[in-house]
């Protein structure tokens, strides 16, 4: 499962919470990933990021879709747009079902939440969480798989994750 949305939505919590519900379970977390960057890393909401996002999320999925193949429920956790969400795919694999997320809270929890965690490190701007706030507003046919995590916790939001997850299918 791709558990995506803008920064401040509460994919890193709840991805822990929707894996722990499957046993064994693995949580992928891409802004690890774009940590293991060293020199040359580039802030990955920019233009000038594309390959090097590219690069990432294909690492993610090749994990992922490894993960998935030795029996393992596979959650990844991060910024996965439908502009991304092919390349990713494309590493999993076609013998992997997958599914797909979108938490998308109101932009003011987002902007709250974004500011304030420490697990990644707070933004400290405001204007990439606007921008990939926006950028997640119309997701097309993946509208379907949007939850509104504004009023939740993180327990509500996983078991109705989990009890929804048939509609949140990918076609392979």
């Not at 999320?57 to 996965?80: K, Q, T």
């Not at 599914?99 to 003011?108: D, F, G, H, N, V």
Request: charged letters at 20%.
């Amino acid at each position: 499962m791709v558990l995506t949305g803008p920064p401040g939505a509460g994919k890193t919590t709840v991805a822990a919470a929707v894996a722990d519900a499957f046993e064994p379970s693995v949580n992928l977390r891409a802004d690890d990933f774009f940590g293991y960057l060293r020199r040359g890393r580039l802030a990955p909401w920019t233009v000038e990021a594309h390959q090097q996002n590219v690069v990432v999320l294909s690492a993610i999925g090749a994990a992922a879709g490894r993960y998935a193949r030795g029996g393992y429920a596979v959650v990844v956790d991060g910024i996965v747009g439908p502009w991304m969400l092919e390349v990713l795919l494309e590493a999993v694999g076609d013998a992997v079902p997958s599914y797909y997320t979108c938490l998308r809270p109101s932009l003011e929890v987002a902007r709250r939440r974004a500011t304030s965690r420490t697990d990644p490190p707070a933004f400290s701007e405001l204007a990439p969480i606007e921008h990939m706030y926006r950028a997640f507003e119309d997701l097309g046919e993946l509208e379907r798989t949007v939850v509104d995590s504004s009023e939740l916790t993180v327990d509500q939001t996983a078991e109705h994750i989990l009890a929804t997850l048939d509609t949140r299918r990918l076609p392979q």
